[in-house]
């Protein structure tokens, strides 16, 4: 049975050729302008830009610190959402306040806080320098940096879920004599399993595109802590437009295969399709 539309045709006609203008002009454009860019001086001057030493460091830093941040945002976010949801605490509110803060503050903000806190004349600062630990202008640093700025997301996408579905099955499982292990791999975990895939997509989106808080504790040291959004703003500034426009498409297509992901878990994650 056909929907019952309010709005004349006229108006939906205006609405459509108004989001397809403002996709064409905002997203399609910029996105399609930077690999006419990128190939501008032929495909070989666009390989070479890829396979430049600082490049492949940059984006070898980038995947690794994507490795390291998703998995452990993703058993904090599990943690969070599960602690917010699933038991009474007093003041539950000001803890997913609390959550939320790294959306509020600014990244370069966060990578500032990191600063103070294990910079060389930070809080921790002598203590590490005494004990030979290198944080800031290190991998450690960059790893904080972007697990800081990253960490709502899978707890965000999580929460919502888990309090719409209650607790019914977990409560029947652990009547019929499941432990409680048994009960959160067999029946939560099956449950929440898209929720969480695409709160790990995003976070992954995220990881490997910050900027910010990643900018202020890398020391930009090229082909050291710089990632690959910190190697576009290099080789821009020193005019490589060709080499940096190569990476922003490497960026890009990143981004796309991320968005790809992101749509397959969304369209897996309907409800007509949830087994």
Not at 41 to 47: P, S, T
Not at 131 to 139: G, T
Not at 144 to 151: I, P
Request: with cysteine; charged share 15%; hydrophobic share 55%.
């Amino acid at each position: 049975m056909e929907r019952h539309r309010t709005e004349p045709a006229p108006v939906r006609i205006v609405l459509v050729v108004v989001a397809l203008i403002f996709l064409v002009l905002i997203l399609f454009v910029p996105l399609l302008a930077v690999f006419v860019q990128a190939f501008g001086k032929g495909v070989e001057a666009y390989r070479a830009a890829l396979a430049e030493p600082d490049t492949l460091s940059a984006l070898e830093l980038t995947l690794l610190t994507a490795a390291l941040v998703v998995p452990l945002n993703a058993v904090f976010g599990l943690a969070a959402a599960w602690l917010v949801t699933r038991f009474r605490l007093p003041g539950k509110a000001a803890l997913i306040t609390l959550l939320d803060v790294p959306f509020s503050v600014s990244p370069v903000i966060s990578g500032m806080a990191f600063v103070l806190l294990f910079g060389a004349s930070g809080f921790f600062g002598a203590w590490l320098q005494a004990h030979d630990v290198k944080i800031i202008f290190a991998l450690p640093g960059i790893v904080l940096a972007t697990l800081f700025v990253t960490s709502p997301l899978v707890a965000r996408e999580l929460i919502p879920l888990l309090s719409s579905q209650g607790t019914t099955e977990e409560e029947s499982a652990l009547t019929l004599g499941a432990s409680g292990w048994r009960t959160f791999w067999h029946v939560s975990l099956p449950k929440m399993r898209w929720g969480l895939l695409y709160g790990v997509v995003l976070c992954n989106a995220r990881a490997m595109g910050e900027f910010g808080a990643v900018s202020v504790v890398s020391g930009h040291i090229r082909g050291v802590t710089n990632t690959l959004p910190l190697h576009i703003e290099v080789l821009y500034n020193e005019y490589q437009f060709s080499a940096a426009f190569a990476v922003s498409s490497l960026l890009t297509l990143l981004a796309l295969a991320t968005l790809v992901v992101k749509s397959w878990v969304e369209w897996r994650g309907r409800p007509g399709r949830a087994a």
